[in-house]
């Protein structure tokens, strides 16, 4: 289906204003993850007596499965639709970011943390698949790339420092329920102002 079929089928002036809060809110929670929890990492380690190199491994986690699945995550967007993609990838956040915080043992929480390297993988490609069917080629699509950008630089600030605050007062399991907060806005943005429009089914498999 091209773009102006796609255009066409929807909604734009409402799907571009939820594409511009959905792109703040995703470029929000991918940007502040490694910068949060290299902020609570010693305490993570002091709370569950962790070594040195168990607490690398809560970073290893996410980034793994993160880097493993952005391919599967485009591939995905293009043949269910990114609609559908976003919503498996708010579940799997906030099934992540949950278990993190109620996590008893080391086990549970590299259990957790590859559950929001999954979600954040699903996140990204989805969003820009999102981006290329409301925005047109040209400025419109290079300025939602570029506010994509800046909001995830920006979030690693905002991520340490948040963080910090958080850990310093609450503790390091109540710092990361800011990412709980983020994927519930999602969840509400996706439902209620993205156009419940898919593209049809293709007879594909999920390899190239």
Not at 20 to 33: F, K, Q, R, S
Not at 146 to 161: D, K, M, P
């Amino acid at each position: 289906m091209t773009g102006e079929e796609f255009s066409a089928a929807v909604d734009m002036k409402s799907a571009g204003r939820a594409t511009w809060v959905l792109i703040a809110l995703g470029a929000m929670v991918v940007g502040m993850d490694l910068a949060t929890f290299a902020i609570i990492l010693p305490q993570i380690g002091r709370d569950l007596a962790l070594t040195t190199s168990q607490l690398q491994w809560v970073i290893s986690a996410f980034a793994l499965i993160y880097g493993g699945l952005l391919l599967f995550g485009g591939r995905a967007s293009d043949l269910i639709g990114p609609r559908r993609v976003l919503l498996i990838a708010v579940s799997l956040g906030l099934t992540g970011v949950l278990t993190v915080m109620l996590a008893p043992t080391y086990a549970i929480v590299l259990v957790g943390r590859a559950l929001m390297g999954a979600s954040n993988a699903l996140k990204g490609p989805s969003t820009i698949a999102w981006m290329v069917k409301v925005f047109p080629q040209g400025p419109p699509r290079n300025r939602a790339l570029a506010y994509q950008s800046f909001i995830t630089s920006a979030a690693r600030a905002v991520g340490a420092v948040l963080a910090g605050v958080l850990v310093g007062h609450f503790g390091w399991r109540w710092s990361i329920a800011p990412f709980a907060v983020f994927d519930i806005c999602i969840l509400l943005t996706i439902v209620f102002l993205f156009p419940a429009f898919e593209r049809p089914r293709q007879e594909r498999t999920i390899d190239y």
